[in-house]
């Protein structure tokens, strides 16, 4: 049989590709929301002007889009990107993206037109509230990336970052200094962070499990100091303070990225801090490359003389140091103070960044800002009033967090020898 039609037969037996690709599925639902969009949102929209605001405030420049042309025109858009992702299957994430945001604008086109408060959003306050609300995320996230790439599953960011609330709340109380009480929510963090090592790496117990233990056990521990030294004498205990603002001259004042990048914090800058750290030590060091060789291959690193089990001690420590930092910002940021339970599933949340953001801490931090978005857009739609039960409301950073790690995310791939212990031979 020749060569041409042994290729020919080949050709007809070979099993075609489905056509139900992630991307195709991934249009089927954005043709959905579109329509949706189109038809719904259009219909219960008012005439009324959409108003967005470039500044912190409803005050000074911005366009208006009239309400109902804006939910239908938006939700067209969405409908028609959806469509082309599912007939073509191709350009994933810009059609995805072209997509949810249509949607997104057309319902706050509807919210707004019919709003008895506000019909204005001010994007620099969004902006500022979306990166304020990414904080914890993105240092929750880091710690996450720290401990995986090392090959140690880290479920207890939940623990960790209300570790560092509660001890940076009574330590900042207790000193009068909030940069005492950031030094002891960092500590907080690593002492929880070592249990997890102990039992992770020396004894190694099922890492999910621990985990989920330890986030059981800090949500316990915290509530009881809580209920027996803060609750009874709050001024002596529990009143921190909030950590100070210092805003940067000229760079503040940019239009939506001057509030949310230059007017900020000890923990804005520094999770923008901790971002550029981390990628540079983990992609263009020594350490960094030892790291990446524990999590992929230990054997191997093993062969050529890295302490597997001793750098994975260090960088599951360094995970807690960094989550418990970030945890303050629940307590001298968010508040005024430590309440029982207040992380309120943050650390789950970082979790799915991480893998949102396929353990890279850019992708983690672009990822904690897609969440802190919806968290920013749930406190804007209350403040105006939206028709919208707040209960459904106060979903929307879950509902978000499901949607973009069980449709968005896709097949990724952890670091290969994660949650698997490595027993030296």
């Given at each position: 049989?020749?060569?041409?039609?042994?290729?020919?037969?080949?050709?007809?037996?070979?099993?075609?590709?489905?056509?139900?690709?992630?991307?195709?599925?991934?249009?089927?639902?954005?043709?959905?929301?579109?329509?949706?969009?189109?038809?719904?949102?259009?219909?219960?929209?008012?005439?009324?002007?959409?108003?967005?605001?470039?500044?912190?405030?409803?005050?000074?420049?911005?366009?208006?889009?009239?309400?109902?042309?804006?939910?239908?025109?938006?939700?067209?858009?969405?409908?028609?990107?959806?469509?082309v992702?599912?007939?073509?299957?191709r350009?994933?994430?810009?059609?995805?993206?072209?997509?949810?945001m249509?949607?997104?604008?057309?319902?706050l086109?509807?919210?707004?037109?019919?709003?008895?408060?506000?019909?204005t959003?001010?994007?620099?306050?969004?902006?500022?509230a979306?990166?304020?609300?990414?904080?914890?995320?993105?240092?929750?996230?880091?710690?996450g990336?720290?401990?995986?790439?090392?090959?140690?599953?880290?479920?207890?960011i939940e623990?960790?970052?209300?570790?560092g609330?509660?001890?940076?709340?009574?330590?900042?109380?207790?000193?009068?200094?909030?940069?005492?009480?950031?030094?002891?929510?960092?500590?907080?963090?690593?002492?929880?962070?070592?249990?997890?090592?102990?039992?992770?790496?020396?004894?190694?117990?099922?890492?999910v499990v621990v985990?989920?233990?330890?986030?059981?056990?800090?949500?316990?521990?915290?509530?009881?100091?809580?209920?027996?030294?803060?609750?009874?004498?709050?001024d002596?205990?529990?009143?921190?303070?909030?950590?100070?603002?210092?805003?940067?001259?000229?760079l503040?004042?940019?239009?939506?990225?001057?509030?949310?990048?230059?007017?900020?914090?000890?923990?804005?800058?520094?999770?923008?801090?901790?971002?550029?750290?981390?990628?540079?030590?983990?992609?263009?060091?020594?350490?960094?490359?030892?790291?990446?060789?524990?999590?992929?291959?230990?054997?191997?690193?093993?062969?050529v003389?890295?302490?597997?089990?001793?750098?994975?001690?260090?960088?599951v420590?360094?995970?807690?140091?960094?989550?418990?930092?970030?945890?303050?910002?629940f307590s001298?940021?968010?508040?005024?103070?430590?309440?029982?339970?207040?992380?309120?599933?943050?650390?789950?949340?970082?979790?799915?960044?991480m893998?949102?953001?396929?353990?890279h801490?850019?992708?983690?931090?672009?990822?904690?800002?897609?969440?802190?978005?919806?968290?920013?857009?749930?406190g804007?739609?209350?403040?105006?009033?939206?028709?919208?039960?707040?209960?459904?409301?106060?979903?929307?950073?879950?509902?978000?967090?499901?949607?973009?790690?069980?449709?968005?995310?896709?097949?990724?791939?952890?670091?290969?020898?994660?949650?698997?212990p490595?027993?030296?031979?």
């Amino acid at each position: 049989m020749s060569a041409v039609t042994t290729s020919t037969m080949d050709a007809e037996l070979a099993v075609p590709e489905a056509y139900w690709t992630r991307a195709r599925k991934t249009g089927a639902v954005m043709t959905g929301l579109g329509l949706l969009a189109t038809i719904l949102f259009g219909a219960l929209a008012s005439s009324e002007n959409a108003r967005f605001a470039l500044g912190e405030t409803v005050q000074g420049a911005g366009f208006d889009i009239p309400g109902n042309v804006g939910a239908i025109f938006f939700g067209l858009v969405a409908l028609v990107a959806g469509l082309v992702l599912l007939f073509t299957g191709r350009h994933f994430g810009i059609l995805t993206g072209v997509a949810l945001m249509g949607f997104i604008i057309s319902a706050l086109c509807w919210q707004m037109s019919v709003s008895p408060v506000s019909h204005t959003m001010p994007l620099g306050f969004i902006a500022a509230a979306t990166f304020t609300a990414a904080i914890p995320l993105i240092f929750g996230s880091l710690g996450g990336v720290l401990c995986e790439r090392s090959g140690v599953v880290n479920v207890a960011i939940e623990g960790q970052l209300l570790t560092g609330a509660f001890f940076g709340a009574l330590f900042g109380t207790v000193t009068g200094s909030f940069w005492l009480g950031l030094l002891a929510a960092a500590v907080g963090g690593l002492l929880l962070s070592a249990i997890l090592a102990v039992f992770a790496i020396r004894y190694l117990v099922d890492q999910v499990v621990v985990g989920i233990v330890l986030n059981v056990f800090a949500g316990g521990l915290t509530a009881f100091f809580y209920e027996q030294v803060m609750r009874p004498d709050t001024d002596a205990y529990n009143f921190p303070g909030k950590v100070p603002s210092w805003p940067i001259p000229v760079l503040s004042e940019i239009p939506i990225l001057g509030p949310a990048l230059f007017n900020g914090n000890i923990f804005s800058y520094g999770s923008l801090i901790a971002v550029a750290v981390v990628t540079i030590a983990l992609f263009r060091t020594r350490w960094g490359l030892r790291t990446r060789a524990v999590g992929e291959h230990p054997a191997a690193a093993d062969t050529v003389g890295i302490r597997v089990l001793g750098l994975r001690y260090l960088n599951v420590l360094l995970a807690g140091l960094v989550a418990g930092f970030g945890g303050a910002y629940f307590s001298m940021l968010s508040t005024t103070g430590f309440s029982k339970y207040m992380v309120s599933g943050a650390g789950f949340i970082a979790l799915a960044a991480m893998i949102f953001g396929r353990w890279h801490p850019v992708g983690a931090f672009f990822a904690s800002l897609f969440f802190g978005f919806f968290g920013a857009l749930t406190g804007f739609l209350n403040s105006i009033s939206s028709p919208i039960p707040s209960q459904f409301l106060s979903m929307l950073p879950y509902v978000a967090t499901i949607f973009a790690v069980a449709g968005l995310v896709g097949r990724v791939r952890a670091p290969a020898a994660d949650g698997k212990p490595y027993i030296k031979g």
